[in-house]
């Protein structure tokens, strides 16, 4: 049985950092685009950023462009992800979900999702 599980969330000041991980199991996920979304409340859930596979034991990450800057993603092997978050802001107040896709890291294109974790950040 396939399994993304987070850790890492919790309440952090504005300013401060957080480094969430997702550590996934069932299969191995080398080859598969792993990334990160999140959904604040009343919102769609949306991209933060991915890892695809371009080939060995590469990956590209990709950040979404309103989070350049702040926010890193990397891989730590076939089943692990981490996603950096610095200078957090209030806005940045959701639940952030692990997600692997064969395909790709677009939402269409994920395959399996983790249940989330949640951050808050104060102000």
């Known amino acids: 049985q396939v399994q993304l599980v987070e850790s890492g969330g919790g309440l952090v000041q504005a300013g401060g950092s957080l480094r969430l991980s997702c550590a996934a199991s069932?299969?191995?996920?080398?080859?598969?685009?792993m990334g990160w979304f999140r959904q604040a409340p009343g919102t769609e859930r949306e991209f933060v950023a991915g890892?695809?596979?371009?080939?060995?034991?590469?990956?590209?990450g990709s950040i979404a462009d309103s989070l350049k800057g702040r926010f890193t993603i990397s891989r730590g092997g076939a089943n692990t992800v981490f996603l950096q978050m610095n200078s957090l802001k209030s806005e940045d107040t959701a639940v952030y979900y692990c997600?692997?896709?064969?395909?790709?890291?677009?939402?269409?294109?994920?395959?399996?999702w983790g249940k989330g974790t949640l951050v808050t950040v104060s102000s």
């Open positions: 997600a692997a896709g064969n395909r790709g890291i677009r939402a269409r294109e994920v395959d399996y």
């Open positions: 069932g299969r191995t996920f080398s080859s598969y685009a």
């Open positions: 890892t695809t596979w371009s080939g060995g034991q590469r990956y590209v």
